[in-house]
């Protein structure tokens, strides 16, 4: 079955940086764009970042531009969220998720109704 495990979150000071990862099985994982969404209490949950399967192609929210960087590793099946200079405004639980099908891009999978499976998510706390 397809399976996700998202794993790297928890408590850092405004500024400072952390790497979350997401590990993926039960799909190739070649074939699949893979997206990290995040959510806070009273706020709309937000696709943050996308990475596309064919060509490679990324995909970042304006919030977090130029400060986050998202990756894909084939001989892990992991796929990578590295978050510099962080605000209190990123605290939130972040989720990794993929497309129900092969060969949706991420500018086709624009919000998370269109991702068909999700990890259970890991916590980012940012203090100020």
């Known amino acids: 079955e397809v399976q996700l495990q998202a794993s790297g979150g928890g408590l850092v000071q405004a500024g400072g940086s952390l790497r979350l990862s997401c590990a993926a099985s039960?799909?190739?994982?070649?074939?699949?764009?893979i997206g990290w969404f995040r959510q806070a209490p009273g706020k709309e949950r937000e696709r943050v970042s996308c990475i596309s399967s064919s060509d490679g192609s990324t995909y970042y929210a304006d919030s977090v531009r130029d400060r986050f960087t998202i990756s894909r590793d084939k001989t892990k099946n992991t796929v990578f969220l590295q978050m510099n200079s962080l605000k209190a405004e990123d605290t939130a639980v972040y989720y990794c998720a993929t497309t129900l099908w092969d060969d949706v891009s991420c500018t086709v999978a624009t919000i998370g109704g269109m991702y068909g499976y999700w990890g259970q998510g890991t916590q980012v706390t940012v203090s100020s």
């Open positions: 039960g799909f190739t994982f070649d074939d699949r764009a």
